[in-house]
Antibody, heavy 123, light 110 residues
Framework: EVQLVESGGDLVQPGRSLRLSCVGS????????LHWVRQVPGKGLEWVSG????????GYADSVKGRFIISRDNAKNSLYLEMKSLRNEDTALYFC????????????????WGQGTTVTVSS | QSVLTQPPSASGTPGRRITISCSGG????????VHWYQHLPGMAPKLLIY???QRPSGVPDRFSGSKSGTSGSLAISGLQSEDEADYYC???????????FGGGTKLTVL
């Protein structure tokens, strides 16, 4: 079965750091670009970051640029999101999603999604 | 404020056809393809349409997509109660160097 499973969500204080992980299975991991997408409670989907199959292309939403770092380890079929200087507005359900293509810039839809991991930023 | 603009809500009766619009600009829909997602609360979003009009395997042909200029559109025919969900359009944005989503449209089947 093709799937993505996120982990690492937690309750953290503003200004602290957190690392999210996403493990893929059932498909050739390095055939695909990957993304992090979040949903703030009661709001819509927001793209956070994306990374190409070989990590040569990386992008971030302006709202997280300079604070979040995306990375992947194809040998471990894993995607990561290092989140620093967390803010209350980063509170959200974070989804890991697979791009239909290998290169982020030729984005052609996200066809596999995880169930999400919850990050709560609060003092 | 989302880069792509969708109506916040839509509704229809069972068996009818509805359309949801998605308005963007030259750097996103005007240059790149539009994709549509169905999202039920508590579930993972599901890709409904990619590349403006293509359906992944398993998506019923009641769902169809189109694009004209800087706007995309999702049509759902033969509405069913299980179609009640939030629908999002998305596209790559060359100026922002990232994916942009619409604000979402909540579909109610009356």
């Amino acid at each position: 079965e093709v799937q993505l499973v996120e982990s690492g969500g937690d309750l953290v204080q503003p200004g602290r750091s957190l690392r999210l992980s996403c493990v893929g299975s059932g498909f050739t991991f390095d055939d695909h670009a990957l993304h992090w997408v979040r949903q703030v409670p009661g709001k819509g989907l927001e793209w956070v970051s994306g990374i190409s199959w070989d990590s040569s292309a990386i992008g971030y939403a302006d709202s997280v640029k300079g604070r979040f770092i995306i990375s992947r380890d194809n040998a471990k079929n894993s995607l990561y999101l290092e989140m620093k200087s967390l803010r209350n507005e980063d509170t959200a359900l974070y989804f890991c999603a697979r791009d239909r293509t290998a290169t982020m810039i030729s984005h052609y839809g996200m066809d596999v999604w995880g169930q999400g991991t919850t990050v709560t930023v609060s003092s | 404020q989302s880069v792509l603009t969708q109506p916040p809500s839509a509704s229809g009766t069972p068996g009818r056809r509805i359309t949801i619009s998605c308005s963007g600009g030259r750097s996103n829909i005007g240059t790149n393809t539009v994709h549509w997602y169905q999202h039920l609360p508590g579930m993972a979003p599901k890709l409904l349409i990619y590349g403006n009009f293509q359906r992944p395997s398993g998506v019923p042909d009641r769902f169809s997509g189109s694009k004209s200029g800087t706007s995309g559109s999702l049509a759902i025919s033969g509405l069913q109660s299980e179609d009640e969900a939030d629908y999002y359009c998305a596209a790559w944005d060359d100026s922002l160097n990232g994916v942009v989503f619409g604000g979402g449209t909540k579909l109610t089947v009356l």
